[in-house]
């Protein structure tokens, strides 16, 4: 799946699926624009959550981040991690599917990545 599907299924788990931004037809610029447009009009306790949600995404998707879901997926009884995650995904990709269907080893891959960066 790509990243800009994914983006849409992070809007609808965090309860937005009716922003009806249409990802896949926009360019990138374009998604940017008309998110931050969104955005800009949620109140701003749920403005928040959402761009949380999209920091910690983008704290991940990264090789050290990716490196970090690795080590995570383990000690939270998650094997085979690298045929949930195929590498076309790219970084981004692979931090959104794991934040979408394994959010304990993404919260825990948060801990190591941080971690592992003030080392």
């Not at 949620?42 to 970090?68: F, T």
């Not at 991690?81 to 959010?103: K, M």
């Amino acid at each position: 799946m790509a990243p800009k599907e994914m983006l849409a299924q992070v809007f609808a788990e965090l309860g937005h699926s009716e922003c009806q931004i249409p990802w896949m037809l926009l360019e990138r610029n374009e998604r940017v624009e008309r998110a931050m447009e969104y955005l800009n009009g949620l109140q701003q306790e749920q403005r928040n959550q959402i761009e949380s949600v999209l920091r910690s995404i983008s704290d991940l998707a990264c090789d050290s981040g990716i490196r970090a879901i690795f080590a995570a997926a383990p000690l939270c009884n998650v094997y085979d991690f690298e045929a949930i995650l195929p590498e076309e995904l790219g970084t981004w990709g692979r931090a959104i599917q794991v934040w979408l269907e394994h959010r304990r080893v993404f919260d825990r891959a948060q801990v190591i990545h941080h971690v592992d960066r003030l080392a």
